[in-house]
C-alpha cells in the first residue's frame, strides 16, 4: 500500500513540475504569426525616436503554496501578448518602406515592469539591418502587462511583411 502511494505521489510531484514548466516556456507555435501589409501608396519612413513607456512595478509573486509546497510565479498572459504584439506591428509598419517581403523571427524578453529589455532577431529573413534597427526600436517601445517573473518572460514571434503589389 504504501509503495503505491509512493509512486502516486511521484506521479503528482512530476505533473506539477511540467506543469510548472510548460507555463515558463512558450514556444513559436503558441503566438501567431503577425501579418502586416502595406498600405497601398508606400510612405516615407518618419525618423522618430520611440519613447519607452513607463515603468510599473512588478507583481509579487505568488503566496498561496500548493500541497508540495511548490509556487511558481506567472509570466505574460499569451491573449496580452498578442494584443500588444497586433499594434506593435502596426506601429512597426514604416519600417518597411522599400522591403521586399520578408519574416524576421524575433526573441522578445519583457521586463516584470512590462518595459521590453531585449529585442533579438533570430533570423532575419533578408530583411536589411536598417529594417532591423527600426523594428527594435519600435518594440522597445512596446508596453506590455507587468508580470510576476522576476528575470524577465522572453517569447518567439515571426513578424511577417508582404509587400503590396
Not at 93 to 109: E, H, K, M, T, Y
Not at 121 to 130: H, I, K, L, S
Request: hydrophobic letters at 45%.
Amino acid at each position: 500500500m504504501s509503495r503505491a502511494l509512493l509512486i502516486l505521489t511521484a506521479l503528482g510531484f512530476a505533473a506539477l513540475v511540467f506543469l510548472a514548466y510548460t507555463t515558463w516556456t512558450r514556444t513559436p507555435g503558441d503566438l501567431p504569426t503577425l501579418v502586416t501589409k502595406a498600405p497601398a501608396a508606400p510612405q516615407k519612413a518618419k525618423k522618430t525616436r520611440a519613447r519607452p513607456p513607463a515603468e510599473k512595478a512588478c507583481l509579487p509573486p505568488p503566496s498561496d503554496v500548493g500541497p508540495e509546497d511548490m509556487v511558481a510565479s506567472a509570466g505574460l498572459d499569451p491573449d496580452a501578448v498578442r494584443t500588444v504584439m497586433r499594434a506593435a506591428a502596426n506601429a512597426a509598419l514604416p519600417c518597411f518602406v522599400d522591403s521586399p517581403s520578408v519574416v524576421v523571427r524575433l526573441s522578445i524578453n519583457v521586463a516584470c515592469t512590462g518595459r521590453v529589455a531585449k529585442v533579438d532577431v533570430e533570423d532575419d529573413g533578408g530583411a536589411t539591418a536598417e529594417v532591423q534597427g527600426c523594428i527594435q526600436g519600435v518594440l522597445r517601445a512596446a508596453e506590455f502587462p507587468a508580470h510576476a517573473l522576476p528575470d524577465g518572460d522572453t517569447f518567439a514571434c515571426p513578424l511577417r511583411y508582404t509587400a503590396p503589389g
